[in-house]
């Protein structure tokens, strides 16, 4: 593929003109890609599905024009439903997975920077003084507190606010991710706090 990319890029450059590509592919060997006229299709139907097709099918039915009168009462846009089945919720494209290692994450890259700023401690030392507890105790809460609403049927609100919103929340984690993981390489290779 990338060889077909590269010679595609070679002939149409516009150094195509010179000794090296017109070597390697001359322009009068390229195919012609011009329009056959002559060449036309044909359909017919067999005998035995004569039956099946009228002419009145081919004919799209006439668009109606649809007037509403009432529109003192706005309805929001239907929520997305969320499958209530454990399996559904947990898989690679579900809704519980990412939401719930991002919020992981987020609650991970505060509570590391917030410890380290105040005892000094690597992200490293805090795990090995007592922080494995902790982030067990946080992460089993916080997944039981999210997985709740989605075994419920419940999808993320539809929240129109531009700084509040399920997507903003996404990002947020993917951040966090990236941020607990560079705090993570950052202190081994730095041998130390960050901070």
């Known amino acids: 593929?990338?060889?077909?990319?590269?010679?595609?890029?070679l002939i149409?450059?516009?150094?195509?003109?010179?000794?090296?590509?017109?070597?390697?592919?001359?322009?009068?060997?390229?195919?012609?890609?011009?329009?056959?006229?002559?060449?036309?299709?044909?359909?017919?139907?067999?005998?035995?599905?004569?039956?099946?097709?009228?002419?009145?099918?081919?004919i799209p039915p006439p668009l109606q024009k649809v007037v509403d009168t009432d529109t003192s009462e706005l309805t929001p846009p239907?929520?997305?439903?969320?499958?209530?089945?454990?399996?559904?919720?947990?898989?690679?494209?579900?809704?519980?997975?990412?939401?719930?290692?991002?919020?992981?994450?987020?609650?991970g890259f505060v509570s590391a920077i917030q410890v380290e700023i105040i005892n000094g401690q690597d992200l490293f030392t805090q795990i090995s003084n007592g922080g494995f507890q902790w982030f067990?105790?946080?992460?089993?809460?916080?997944?039981?507190?999210?997985?709740?609403?989605?075994?419920?049927?419940?999808?993320?609100?539809?929240?129109q606010d531009p700084v509040m919103n399920p997507d903003a929340e996404l990002w947020n984690g993917r951040f966090a991710m990236i941020g607990l993981v560079a705090l993570a390489i950052t202190e081994y290779f730095k041998g130390g706090a960050l901070i």
């Open 78 to 107: 239907p929520t997305k439903k969320v499958s209530p089945n454990f399996i559904d919720v947990m898989a690679f494209a579900g809704p519980g997975p990412e939401r719930i290692n991002g919020r992981l994450a987020m609650i």
């Open 1 to 9: 593929m990338a060889t077909s990319v590269l010679m595609q890029s």
């Open 136 to 159: 067990l105790g946080a992460s089993i809460l916080l997944t039981v507190a999210s997985l709740i609403p989605f075994l419920r049927g419940i999808g993320p609100a539809a929240n």
């Open 12 to 58: 149409a450059s516009p150094l195509s003109k010179t000794r090296f590509t017109n070597s390697i592919c001359p322009a009068n060997h390229l195919p012609s890609l011009q329009r056959n006229v002559n060449m036309r299709v044909r359909c017919k139907v067999e005998e035995g599905d004569k039956d099946k097709f009228q002419a009145s099918d081919l």
